[in-house]
């Protein structure tokens, strides 16, 4: 059992590394990583007015903004995970190698988490920053740091999903920005409201389809 297991996950760690290596060897990973700490600095210490409020605190500035940019950067990132194979007609050639289906997809979800993993761990200068200004709460910065990794591991499910359902990249981008908006705004009053009077009352369901928002557990 323990033999079995071991293979399972070297297989795992094999696809995985075929899938990063091909993010590093095209400009996908460079691109996102420096787009994301652009847009984080931006929004960190421009937008969300970090000096203004003078706190020593990354809840409102920093990851406030995080749902909004993972929107459109991680779905950039996942587009091509399945729908590449296809393109290129690569996927016969995976799944014939010695691997289970979930293998190759937990191998690919791995390799595209630790992309994005990567682009949030290059933002550690804004804590060094934050600590140097002030006495910030560690603990509750690392919890953030957390969240927002599992937020961005829950976005980049939907977006395998979308790209298993398309052989166009462009498309399963689309899809996958569509129902993450959703997830976005399916919390706020606006939507509920709508929600609320087409359904004519049922409010059960109507909390029910709340608690999909990611905002609300983010």
């Not at 600095?41 to 003078?54: D, K, Q």
């Amino acid at each position: 059992m323990n033999s079995n297991c071991c293979i399972a996950w070297r297989n795992v760690a094999t696809v995985a590394k075929r899938e990063l290596y091909s993010y590093f060897l095209s400009p996908v990973a460079y691109v996102f990583v420096v787009i994301f700490l652009a847009l984080t600095g931006f929004f960190t210490f421009m937008a969300g007015g970090f000096f203004e409020r003078g706190e020593t605190s990354l809840s409102w500035p920093f990851f406030s903004w995080h749902p909004w940019l993972y929107l459109f950067l991680v779905p950039a990132v996942g587009m091509r995970l399945w729908a590449e194979e296809h393109r290129l007609g690569t996927m016969e050639l995976l799944l014939t190698m010695p691997i289970t289906p979930w293998q190759a997809i937990v191998g690919k979800f791995l390799a595209s988490w630790a992309v994005l993993a990567l682009a949030l761990g290059l933002t550690f200068p804004i804590v060094l920053s934050v600590a140097f200004l002030g006495d910030p709460d560690l603990g509750a910065i690392a919890c953030g740091y957390c969240g927002s990794l599992l937020l961005a591991g829950g976005y980049l499910a939907v977006t395998c999903m979308t790209s298993a359902m398309t052989r166009n990249q462009v498309i399963s981008f689309i899809i996958a920005v569509v129902v993450l908006l959703f997830l976005i705004l399916a919390g706020f009053p606006v939507v509920t409201d709508i929600i609320q009077k087409l359904l004519r009352g049922g409010s059960g369901l109507v909390d029910f389809i709340a608690s999909f928002s990611v905002m609300t557990h983010f």
